[in-house]
């Protein structure tokens, strides 16, 4: 007889299937793997296909193994990512010249104008890619 406050549960119905899930369909792959994969502009399911179908866009499926990509949404973040990471590169990198060299104002100009743009449109794409690996290892959709 249970105690007075507490009741007895009835059993949990049995699990169905793992083919039953829609997300065991889905290939097993970590974060990691998933995130490395999307650095390259690869599936971050297969990592054989193109993620892209330009330069930022997103392809719908992939062509290799036809997961869906064009509902993982990685608008917003790949910019401020991209201007973290540039930012930490090219302002230490400027400073030190600065200090040591002591270089006129047009040198600054001429050096880290072209720098900073190069690295950030180089950048941009492979962390967009980046973070949607990570967004189709963790499920994250739109």
């Known amino acids: 007889m249970a105690d007075a406050g507490t009741e007895i549960l009835p ?4 699990a169905a299937p793992a083919a039953a899930s ?3 369909a889905a290939p097993v792959v970590t974060l990691l793997t998933a995130a490395l994969r999307g ?3 690869r599936c971050p399911a297969c990592g054989e296909g193109q993620a892209f179908a330009g330069y930022l866009k997103v ?3 992939c062509p290799s193994c036809g997961v869906d990509l064009g509902s993982y949404r990685a608008d917003d973040a790949p910019p401020y990512v991209t201007i973290f990471i540039v930012g930490h590169v090219i302002v230490p990198a400027m400073l030190l010249l ?3 060299v002591h270089p006129a104002a047009w040198v600054h100009m001429a050096l880290w104008l072209p ?3 190069a690295l950030t449109l180089g950048l941009l794409p492979a962390v967009k890619g980046a ?3 990570v967004q189709w290892a963790l499920r994250v959709r739109s």
């Open 11 to 14: 059993p949990l119905p049995a």
């Open 98 to 100: 600065e200090q040591n």
């Open 22 to 24: 829609p997300l065991s």
């Open 59 to 61: 392809a719908p499926h």
């Open 39 to 41: 650095l390259r502009r």
């Open 115 to 117: 720098l900073t743009l």
């Open 131 to 133: 973070l949607l690996g």
